[in-house]
């Protein structure tokens, strides 16, 4: 299938595409249709071997570079990026299935906001002057952590591999990024992208492959670091084998977020604001608010607006038209997972309200899908989706809704509507969620940390947070007087 910027090879490694046919066939699916539009080969670990020598040898150049020469590398990737936002979209719709009306504002242009704003960081990350007693002093070295491994989710795969190489290399790292395999085009086009903007040949690389070639990284003794997004049940394997060798870790795992709507909040604004966390991206966003809970006074009024805001403004259909705001499932295997907890839902006693079914024949499409009168044990409102099903829970005061919103094994983000303004910050101070929201939702700007607590994760992406987690930092002391000893 013809579509724009096209990768032409599997792997893209020190400075140009690699292809080794030995390894394991990953066939690209365009979500829309079910079709093959490219047949990608797994890494072998001849491959995995290239790619981390490569990044071995490129992040020593790279660490004697000022930081103003890397920044200004990452700053000439985003005007780039910036500059073919239309084409990488169009690729990013072909990866995922999301609509072009969204890719455009929400992959690439992120991706550039992420390179921007490291590389506007880079030439500024320094360490400290720290006096002692008698003239003696320290001083701190900001240091890269060496080669870093990215691994990342199917849902925002420019946006992924942007976010974890960024920051990286701002410190003077370099990248060895595995896409997952459901959507292993557009990471190629972020390290082509990089190189042509002047990265030295090996600084960030991208090998294609399943789960194991995930591990094989993760435990490869040249490398320092990896960041994951990915599932809780993959986090805490790659958490633990980055344990064995005392490797830094960043871990970006899923999700069951809360959104506490007070019966003072302004209604239209609260169903935009669920709307946000229930169904962008087809609900396959790790911060999704998918517990909505509505003060029981104005549940009904809530409800009934939601619906008719999505029979009017929902537009399913072909990704590629722009006027489509609605696309369908990343992939076959993540459908059947949301038809099997829409089934789920039912069995266990919680109302229908909206949608819950497969629509066309083609692709992989399914309604926006709301659930009434569910209630905190059911599968549904326990357990991470990922798709666009919406649990709707009753409650009736401030101090409930705090404690039903955070008795989740999962902290990544949550939420408040309400125009009492003492109580939306008591909630969000109560949350334990890594990242909150008053009165909007599921925005990520690349200036402000993201990252979840309890089983969502470690560390932060994005910010100047981001910088602590992709650097170490080495004391010196200096003395300015004799040495003394005790004897
Ligand atoms: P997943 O956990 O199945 O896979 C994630 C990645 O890990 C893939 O590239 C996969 O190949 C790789 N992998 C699998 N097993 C591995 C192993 N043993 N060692 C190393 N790598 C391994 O996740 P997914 O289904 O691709 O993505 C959906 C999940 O990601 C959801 O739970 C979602 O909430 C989460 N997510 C989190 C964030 C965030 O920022 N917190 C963002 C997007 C998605």
Redesign the pocket.
């Known amino acids: 299938m013809p579509y724009p910027t096209q990768p032409t090879a599997s792997h893209f490694i020190d400075g140009a595409y690699v292809e080794d046919a030995g390894g394991e066939v990953i066939e690209v699916v365009y979500p829309a249709t079910g079709a093959v539009i490219a047949r990608l080969h797994s890494a072998t670990p001849a491959i995995i071997d290239r790619a981390l020598d490569a990044a071995a040898r490129a992040q020593a150049e790279w660490a004697t570079w000022t930081g103003t020469q890397r920044g200004r590398v990452l700053r000439r990737a985003a005007d780039i990026m910036r500059a073919r936002n239309r084409d990488l979209s169009v690729l990013e719709t072909y990866d995922t299935g999301k609509p072009l009306s969204e890719t455009l504002v929400a992959d690439a242009t992120s991706a550039a906001d992420a390179l921007e704003y490291f590389g506007g960081l880079a030439g500024s990350l320094t360490g400290e002057h720290i006096p002692l007693g008698g003239g003696d002093f320290v001083y701190t070295r900001r240091e890269p952590l060496g080669v870093c491994v990215g ?6 795969p420019t946006q ?1 591999a942007a976010w974890k190489g960024a920051p990286a290399l701002a410190c003077g790292n370099a990248m060895v990024f ?5 959507t292993p085009l557009c990471a190629l086009k972020v390290a082509e992208i990089l190189h042509e903007a002047g990265a030295p040949a090996g600084l960030y690389n991208v090998v294609q ?7 094989a ?2 435990t490869d003794p040249r490398v320092a670091k990896v960041s ?8 805490r ?2 958490y633990a ?1 980055a344990a064995a060798e005392m490797k830094h870790v960043t ?5 069951k977020s809360p959104l506490v709507i007070f019966a003072d909040a302004d209604l239209d604004s609260a169903v935009s604001g669920a709307i946000l966390a229930n169904f962008y991206s087809t609900g ?4 999704n608010g998918t517990r909505v809970f509505v003060e029981r006074s104005i549940r009904p009024a809530f409800v009934a607006r939601m619906i008719e805001r999505l029979n009017a403004g929902v537009v399913m259909g072909d990704p590629l038209d722009e006027a489509t705001n609605f696309g369908p499932m990343a992939n076959a295997k ?1 459908l059947a997972i949301v038809e099997g907890y829409i089934a789920k839902g039912q069995a266990e006693g919680a109302t229908l309200a909206h949608g819950g079914k497969r629509v066309g024949n083609e692709g992989y499409y399914i309604e926006p899908t709301i659930f009434t009168d569910v209630t905190d044990d059911m599968t549904i409102a326990r357990e ?1 989706i ?1 798709g666009p099903v919406l649990s709707v829970l009753d409650f009736d005061t401030e101090e409930e809704a705090l404690a039903r919103a955070n008795a989740t094994e999962f902290g ?1 983000a949550a939420g408040v509507f309400t125009q009492d303004l003492t109580r939306a910050h008591r909630m969000v101070a109560g949350f334990q969620a890594g990242t909150c929201y008053i009165n909007t939702f599921n925005l990520a700007p690349v200036e402000a940390p ?3 607590v309890k089983m ?2 470690v560390g932060r ?1 994005n910010s100047k947070e981001a910088i602590n987690h992709y650097s170490e930092v080495k004391s010196v002391y200096v003395a300015m007087n004799p040495c003394e000893a005790p004897f």
């Not at 396959?284 to 911060?287: E, G, N, P, R």
């Open positions: 691994i990342g989710a199917w849902n925002y992924i595995k896409p997952s395999e459901m492959g399943m789960g194991a070639v995930g591990a990284l993760v994951l997004t990915g599932s809780v049940p993959t986090g394997k790659v084998a871990m970006e795992l899923g999700g396959q966003v790790c911060s993540q991470e990922f990544l993201f990252g979840g969502s994760g992406e």
